[in-house]
C-alpha cells in the first residue's frame, strides 16, 4: 500500500495499544469464495491474498477461466457514491482505450455487497514496476498522463475528495499532535515546522491558483504496472479533484538535474494530448511536503488495525520521529528554492 492510502477518520490509539478495530478480522478464505460466488463466478477454492493495506484485495482462482481481483473495501472509509464515481472513473477511462483496469459490470453494477462487506470484481492484469530510467519510457509515461487528464479534464467528481490543505495538512498535522505518537521532546518542534510548512503550502498554491481535474491522486511507481504494451493503472482507490502536477511530481526521484531531465521527458509525452501548465512546477516541492504530512497521519489513523504495526513497526519509535522532523525541516527549505525549469 501507499504512503498517500488516505482519507480516514477516527482517534488512534498510542503506540503500544492492541486495540480492537480490525474490520477485516472476518474475511476468511471460505467468506472470499462465498462472495466471488455470490455475483456468479463460480470459484475453484484457491484465494491469493495480494499486497494491500488500506483495503483487502485477492486474487480468487475461477473455474474453467482465468483468475479474477476481488477488493473489498475497507468499512466506512468511502460512501457508496464515492465508490461510485472511481468506477464510473475507470470505466470512462477504459472506454477511451486508455490502460487501467477497471471493475467488471456484473448484473448493472460494479460494487457488491456481501455479509456487510463491500466488494468489487477486477480482471487479473499482469506486469512490473516501471523503472522510467530511459527518455522513451518517459515519454510513453507522459503520454498515458496526458491521455488519461485529458478525459480527467472532461467531468468533474462530486463525491470524492480534493487536495487541499485542510484536510492533507491541517487536519494531518492535528492527527499527529493530538494521538500520542510523538515523543515529548520531539513534540514543540514537530508542532513549529509542521505548522510552517503546512502554512508555506498553502501560500504556494494561492499563488499558483492551478487548475484542478480529476486526477489519479496517487502516481508513484508502485501505482503503476508496466508491460510490453506500456503502462497501466491496476486501482484507481485515491482518485481525487486536484492540479494535474500531483501526478507527475512522485515520478521524479534523485538530484535536481536528474529530476529536470525527468519532467522533461514526462512533459514531452504529456504536451502531446493534454497542456500543461509549466506554473506548476512550482507546486512540486510543496506538494511532497503536504504528502509528508499526510503520510504519518495516514498511519496514526490506522494503528488499530493490526496490519500496520506489523508492516510498520518503526512508526512507534523515537528515532522515527527524531527523523521525520529533520526531514520536514529539510522540505520547508526546499520550498524556498526555484522550481525545476525542464
Given at each position: 500500500m501507499s504512503p498517500s492510502r488516505e482519507h480516514s477518520v477516527g482517534t488512534p490509539s498510542p503506540p503500544g495499544s492492541s486495540g480492537s478495530f480490525q474490520p477485516?478480522?472476518?474475511?476468511?478464505?471460505?467468506?472470499?469464495?462465498?462472495?466471488?460466488?455470490?455475483?456468479?463466478?463460480?470459484?475453484?477454492?484457491?484465494?491469493?491474498?495480494?499486497?494491500?493495506?488500506?483495503?483487502?484485495?485477492?486474487?480468487?482462482?475461477?473455474?474453467?477461466?482465468?483468475?479474477?481481483v476481488v477488493k473489498f473495501y475497507r468499512p466506512d472509509r468511502w460512501s457508496d457514491a464515492a465508490i461510485g464515481e472511481e468506477h464510473a472513473f475507470a470505466l470512462e477511462l477504459a472506454r477511451a482505450d486508455i490502460p487501467v483496469v477497471a471493475p467488471l459490470v456484473i448484473g448493472g453494477a460494479t460494487l457488491h455487497v456481501f455479509a456487510d462487506y463491500r466488494f468489487a470484481v477486477f480482471p487479473r492484469r499482469g506486469g512490473?514496476?516501471?523503472?522510467?530510467?530511459?527518455?522513451?519510457?518517459?515519454?510513453?509515461?507522459?503520454?498515458?498522463?496526458?491521455?488519461?487528464?485529458?478525459?480527467?479534464?472532461?467531468g468533474m467528481f462530486h463525491e470524492r475528495p480534493a487536495l487541499d490543505v485542510r484536510q492533507f495538512g491541517v487536519e494531518a498535522r492535528e492527527t499527529i499532535l493530538d494521538g500520542?505518537?510523538?515523543?515529548?521532546?520531539?513534540?514543540?518542534?514537530?508542532?513549529?515546522?509542521?505548522?510552517?510548512?503546512?502554512?508555506?503550502?498553502?501560500?504556494?498554491?494561492?499563488?499558483?491558483?492551478?487548475?484542478?481535474?480529476?486526477?489519479?491522486?496517487?502516481?508513484?511507481?508502485g501505482?503503476?504496472?508496466?508491460?510490453?504494451?506500456?503502462?497501466?493503472?491496476?486501482?484507481?482507490?485515491?482518485?481525487?479533484?486536484?492540479?494535474?502536477?500531483?501526478?507527475?511530481?512522485?515520478?521524479?526521484?534523485?538530484?535536481?538535474?536528474?529530476?529536470?531531465?525527468?519532467?522533461?521527458?514526462?512533459l514531452e509525452g504529456y504536451d502531446q494530448f493534454a497542456e500543461f501548465d509549466r506554473a506548476e512546477l512550482a507546486l512540486i516541492e510543496p506538494l511532497r511536503g503536504l504528502r509528508m504530512v499526510h503520510y504519518s497521519a495516514w498511519l496514526a489513523r490506522r494503528w488499530d488495525d493490526p496490519a500496520f504495526p506489523r508492516a510498520f513497526p518503526w512508526f512507534a519509535e523515537p528515532r522515527y520521529w527524531e527523523r521525520h522532523v529533520v526531514e520536514l525541516q529539510e522540505q520547508l527549505e526546499a520550498l524556498g528554492q526555484e522550481p525545476i525549469r525542464p
Open positions: 477485516f478480522d472476518a474475511l476468511l478464505p471460505d467468506r472470499i469464495v462465498a462472495a466471488t460466488e455470490a455475483v456468479g463466478l463460480l470459484s475453484d477454492g484457491r484465494v491469493l491474498a495480494l499486497g494491500s493495506y488500506e483495503n483487502r484485495v485477492y486474487q480468487v482462482g475461477i473455474e474453467d477461466a482465468d483468475p479474477v512490473h514496476w516501471p523503472e522510467l530510467g530511459t527518455s522513451d519510457d518517459r515519454q510513453w509515461m507522459g503520454r498515458f498522463l496526458g491521455r488519461l487528464h485529458a478525459v480527467g479534464r472532461a500520542g505518537f510523538l515523543p515529548d521532546y520531539v513534540e514543540a518542534r514537530y508542532a513549529d515546522v509542521t505548522e510552517e510548512l503546512v502554512a508555506a503550502v498553502g501560500d504556494a498554491l494561492s499563488a499558483v491558483s492551478p487548475r484542478r481535474l480529476r486526477i489519479h491522486g496517487d502516481c508513484h511507481r501505482n503503476v504496472l508496466w508491460t510490453p504494451g506500456g503502462p497501466h493503472f491496476v486501482d484507481l482507490d485515491d482518485c481525487m479533484t486536484g492540479p494535474a502536477v500531483q501526478d507527475l511530481w512522485m515520478l521524479l526521484s534523485g538530484p535536481r538535474a536528474e529530476m529536470t531531465v525527468q519532467a522533461a521527458d514526462l
